[in-house]
């Protein structure tokens, strides 16, 4: 069983930056994809970016390509989201979620979740 908890979620004005984490607990992400996705009030949840195990393959929606970047610690057993110029619209709450294997853009994929973090964008 893998527990994820997001933190560094918060208000920031349009064009200014955060960075996300999420620690993995229960054991460790040997093997595992890892990726956010984020919900809008209103919306569906919906991908955001994913990193392969050994941290060498990435995928990114086209919406955040060039403005966000999703890292991995494998030994702290966290994973991080670099989000740049921030826009009003990528206001929503970020979800960490994990899987054994490759990654996917579909949510159904993953088997474990945090319980998420705001992120509010100010215009």
């Known amino acids: 069983q893998v527990q994820l908890v997001e933190s560094g979620g918060g208000l920031v004005q349009a064009g200014g930056s955060l960075r996300l984490s999420c620690a993995a607990s229960g054991r460790t992400l040997s093997g595992y994809a890892m990726a956010w996705f984020r919900q809008a009030p209103g919306k569906e949840r919906e991908f955001v970016a994913a990193i392969a195990w050994s941290g060498v393959n990435t995928l990114y929606t086209d919406s955040v390509k060039g403005r966000f970047t999703i890292s991995r610690d494998n030994a702290k057993n966290t994973v991080y989201l670099q989000m740049n110029s921030l826009k009003p619209e990528d206001a929503a709450v970020y979800y960490c979620?994990?899987?054994?294997?490759?990654?996917?853009?579909?949510?159904?994929?993953?088997?474990?979740w945090g319980q998420g973090t705001q992120v509010t964008v100010s215009s």
């Open positions: 979620a994990a899987r054994v294997g490759f990654m996917y853009t579909a949510e159904l994929k993953y088997d474990y």
